[in-house]
């Protein structure tokens, strides 16, 4: 019994380590607070989602319309600032290009981001979108840190304020080999003032939160109903609470 209960035990502890390892590769990756209560957060995200993936990346099942709904835009701003493939509202995110094309072009086709969040989590998701940096050997002169010799160009770069630099430092191994490691990644501060590079480096930061909010949003929109129902329970019994705890006072007064 004891040997059965130790094997499931250590069954129940590979089981929750495994994915982790599987998902960092090695690398390990950065924590990323998503807010799906903040709807400006969210309506940001989609802003960047349009206008910088949605060229390349379809995501294929999501509305424009229910997209609106979900993040009180209205027809009008929808239009306005979303919508650049299509202009029926009812319309899926899907792209103008040819999937045929896209593969020839990149290699690899960009993968449908609808469920993306789900397959990759929202703190491998950060440390991707922060993860690009300069590497000539590669076709689009970019390698990342989560994914090694990536398809994708860095379309953000203008965001982040440039392409950072890998640094390498020298590790000697057991037998005295010297390896050159890749120690941390730093965006170039050029002319900037110190302020200015660390604003830049804030605003980032702060965009990506936003996109992967959107993109974790994406991946399960009935979450943001289940956060509103969640409050709107939670109420209900809180009154229930205090309607049975009045009447079993109005009960026990008599017995007492
Ligand atoms: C110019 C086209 C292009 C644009 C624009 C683009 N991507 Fe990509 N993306 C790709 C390609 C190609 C791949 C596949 C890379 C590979 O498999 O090597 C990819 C891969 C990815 C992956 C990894 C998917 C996986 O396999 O897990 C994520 C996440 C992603 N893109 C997110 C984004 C987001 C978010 C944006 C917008 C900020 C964006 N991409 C913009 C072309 C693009």
């Not at 993860?131 to 860095?154: A, C, I, Q, T």
């Not at 289940?226 to 006072?249: D, H, P, T």
Request: net charge neutral.
């Amino acid at each position: 019994m004891k040997k059965l209960l130790s094997f499931v035990s250590a069954c129940i502890l590979l089981l929750s380590t495994a994915p982790a390892f599987a998902a960092g590769g090695g690398v390990p990756l950065l924590h990323v607070k998503t807010n799906l209560d903040d709807k400006a957060a969210l309506q940001e995200g989609a802003k960047i989602f349009v206008n910088y993936c949605l060229s390349c990346h379809s995501a294929e099942y999501m509305r424009f319309s229910r997209l609106g709904k979900d993040l009180d835009l209205t027809d009008e701003q929808l239009r306005e600032n979303l919508m650049f493939t299509t202009d029926k509202v009812g319309s899926p995110m899907k792209i103008a290009m040819d999937k045929g094309d896209a593969a020839r072009w990149f290699g690899v086709a960009p993968p449908d981001l609808s469920v993306i969040a789900r397959a990759r989590g929202t703190d491998w998701l950060y440390t991707y979108f922060m993860g690009f940096y300069k590497d000539e050997s590669r076709p689009w002169g970019v390698n990342n840190l989560v994914f090694k010799d990536v398809g994708m160009p860095h379309v953000m770069a203008d965001l982040q304020g440039g392409l950072q630099e890998a640094v390498y430092k020298t590790e000697t191994d057991a037998n005295g080999h010297e390896h050159q490691v890749l120690e941390k990644l730093v965006l170039p501060q050029g002319d900037m003032s110190d302020a200015e590079y660390k604003k830049l480096q804030n605003d980032y930061q702060r965009n990506m939160t936003n996109l992967v909010s959107f993109l974790e949003y994406l991946g399960e929109p009935a979450k943001l109903q289940r956060y509103s129902l969640g409050a709107k329970v939670l109420v209900f019994l809180f009154i229930l609470l205090l309607i049975s705890y009045l009447l079993k006072k109005e009960y026990w007064r008599d017995v007492k």
